[in-house]
């Protein structure tokens, strides 16, 4: 793929010398070919895709999923031509309304009885009703910078913070932004932003070296809309990056799951029990191993599923967790996690079983485990 290498400037890699392991590069070859330039990132196919929305029916949310199912179709096609180069994508012409557009108009449409995750709380985020989240239509941004601490493989990268989360974890490493983000009234302000803005932030991020732009937060879940939309400005070719508790709704899921390069979900907790005292949803286990699940088998499959080990846990979480990754997901890699911290809300009397740091010995047993079962982590 000559031609497109030559379209796009060649960004600043990885250290090459991680490259040299054939577990990381037969498990992420589409990945890496896309930050030297040789792929191209799906989210500029998705906008190449023709999508067919009769006009007199474009705000009907029904005849958007259906026409958004059949562009799915010829998305696939193109995709796969294109990897193939038997189909040079600048050569398409622009459709009128593509694949994205599409996934955009439906995004809109969701946030007017938000279920952009799986709280579901169908309120109007147009008209200034707040759910979980507490956000309306524009997104507050954190921070945005080159992160180099992130794994190896995906540094340095494009790392955009969104404030808010749909999860309120007791142990939340990061609650400033994710819970208590609301506080300071004249900082939100500032820091409001839409998607055309979104779309200044990555152009920013790419030309300091971003190989990919990762989306996190709190967590980038409420902002799905404002992200599809910032991308329908964006031409770079760099890798979408998706790093999220994944409490996505099957509809976010479906909007996402054809433009995301490349995903880093957490998988926490085993016991539904636990997952609720922690972080408070519900059927934690069957949503989020089935978004994974998801964008393993109709997605890039491309993953490092990111598990915190957390005090106390190991048999009840890690083991069984690590267990059905070897099952179900059996290319992804594993980031086997020791940072666990006693933070926020820990201190309190409820929370004495989670009030200390992880140890030795406990993670030398989890770590042990997916060694035993063949569990691809050491790279990550
Ligand atoms: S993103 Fe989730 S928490 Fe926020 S309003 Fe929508 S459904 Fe509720």
Same mark, same amino acid.
């Given at each position: 793929? %000559?031609? /497109?290498?030559?379209?796009?400037?060649?960004?600043?890699?990885?250290?090459?010398?991680?490259?040299?392991?054939? &577990?990381?590069?037969?498990?992420? %070859?589409?990945?890496?070919?896309?930050?030297? !330039?040789?792929?191209?990132?799906?989210?500029?196919?998705?906008?190449?895709?023709?999508?067919?929305? =009769?006009?007199?029916?474009?705000?009907?949310?029904?005849?958007?999923?259906?026409?958004?199912?059949?562009?799915?179709?010829?998305? =696939?096609?193109?995709? *796969?031509?294109?990897?193939?180069?038997?189909?040079?994508?600048?050569?398409?012409?622009?459709?009128?309304?593509?694949?994205?557009?599409?996934?955009?108009?439906?995004? =809109?449409?969701?946030?007017?009885?938000?279920?952009?995750?799986?709280?579901?709380?169908?309120?109007?985020?147009?008209?200034?009703?707040?759910?979980?989240?507490?956000?309306?239509?524009?997104?507050?941004?954190?921070?945005?910078?080159?992160? &180099? !601490?992130?794994?190896?493989?995906?540094?340095?990268? !494009?790392?955009?913070?969104?404030?808010?989360? /749909?999860?309120?974890?007791?142990?939340?490493?990061?609650?400033?932004?994710?819970?208590?983000?609301?506080?300071? &009234?004249?900082?939100?302000?500032?820091?409001?932003?839409?998607?055309?803005?979104?779309?200044?932030? #990555?152009?920013?991020?790419?030309?300091?070296?971003? $190989?990919? +732009?990762?989306?996190?937060? !709190?967590?980038? $879940?409420?902002?799905?809309?404002?992200?599809?939309?910032?991308?329908? %400005?964006?031409?770079? =070719? +760099?890798? #979408?990056?998706?790093?999220?508790?994944?409490?996505?709704?099957?509809?976010?899921?479906?909007?996402?799951?054809? $433009? $995301?390069?490349?995903?880093?979900?957490?998988?926490?907790?085993?016991?539904?029990s636990f997952a609720k005292r922690m972080s408070g949803v519900e059927n934690y286990w069957? +949503?989020? %191993?089935?978004?994974?699940?998801?964008?393993?088998?109709?997605?890039?499959?491309?993953?490092?599923?990111?598990?915190?080990?957390?005090? *106390?846990?190991?048999?009840?979480?890690t083991i069984p967790i690590l267990d059905w990754v070897k099952k179900e997901v059996p290319?992804?890699? /594993?980031?086997?996690?020791?940072?666990?911290?006693?933070?926020?809300?820990?201190?309190?009397?409820?929370?004495?079983?989670?009030?200390?740091?992880?140890?030795?010995?406990?993670? #030398?047993?989890?770590? #042990?485990?997916?060694? *035993?079962?063949?569990?691809?982590?050491?790279? /990550?």
């Open positions: 793929m %000559t031609k /497109v290498r030559n379209m796009f400037r060649i960004l600043r890699m990885p250290s090459e010398s991680i490259w040299k392991d054939p &577990v990381l590069s037969e498990r992420l %070859t589409r990945y890496r070919a896309i930050c030297k !330039g040789k792929k191209i990132a799906r989210y500029l196919i998705a906008k190449k895709t023709p999508a067919y929305l =009769n006009e007199n029916v474009q705000d009907n949310v029904k005849e958007m999923w259906k026409t958004h199912n059949e562009a799915r179709n010829e998305f =696939n096609k193109i995709l *796969n031509e294109v990897d193939k180069e038997k189909l040079n994508l600048f050569e398409l012409k622009t459709p009128e309304i593509s694949f994205l557009d599409v996934k955009a108009r439906i995004a =809109n449409k969701i946030i007017e009885k938000c279920h952009l995750c799986e709280r579901r709380c169908q309120v109007n985020r147009r008209a200034g009703e707040k759910g979980i989240c507490r956000l309306g239509v524009n997104s507050i941004i954190s921070s945005a910078f080159l992160h &180099v !601490g992130e794994e190896p493989p995906l540094v340095p990268s !494009g790392t955009i913070f969104f404030a808010s989360c /749909v999860f309120k974890c007791v142990f939340c490493q990061n609650h400033d932004i994710s819970q208590s983000w609301d506080k300071n &009234v004249t900082h939100l302000q500032e820091d409001e932003v839409d998607s055309s803005q979104l779309a200044r932030i #990555q152009k920013k991020l790419i030309s300091e070296g971003a $190989i990919n +732009i990762n989306w996190v937060g !709190g967590d980038p $879940i409420p902002n799905v809309h404002n992200i599809l939309h910032s991308l329908q %400005t964006l031409e770079d =070719n +760099i890798v #979408q990056l998706w790093n999220s508790n994944m409490y996505l709704s099957h509809e976010s899921m479906n909007l996402l799951v054809d $433009i $995301i390069d490349f995903w880093l979900p957490d998988l926490k907790f085993r016991e539904n069957e +949503i989020v %191993t089935r978004n994974i699940r998801f964008a393993y088998i109709e997605g890039s499959r491309e993953m490092i599923i990111r598990h915190l080990c957390m005090p *106390n846990r190991i048999e009840k979480d290319k992804a890699f /594993v980031n086997i996690m020791a940072q666990y911290r006693p933070e926020y809300r820990v201190h309190r009397n409820e929370y004495q079983d989670i009030n200390r740091r992880i140890t030795s010995s406990e993670m #030398q047993i989890a770590r #042990q485990y997916a060694d *035993n079962i063949g569990i691809a982590w050491r790279q /990550v």
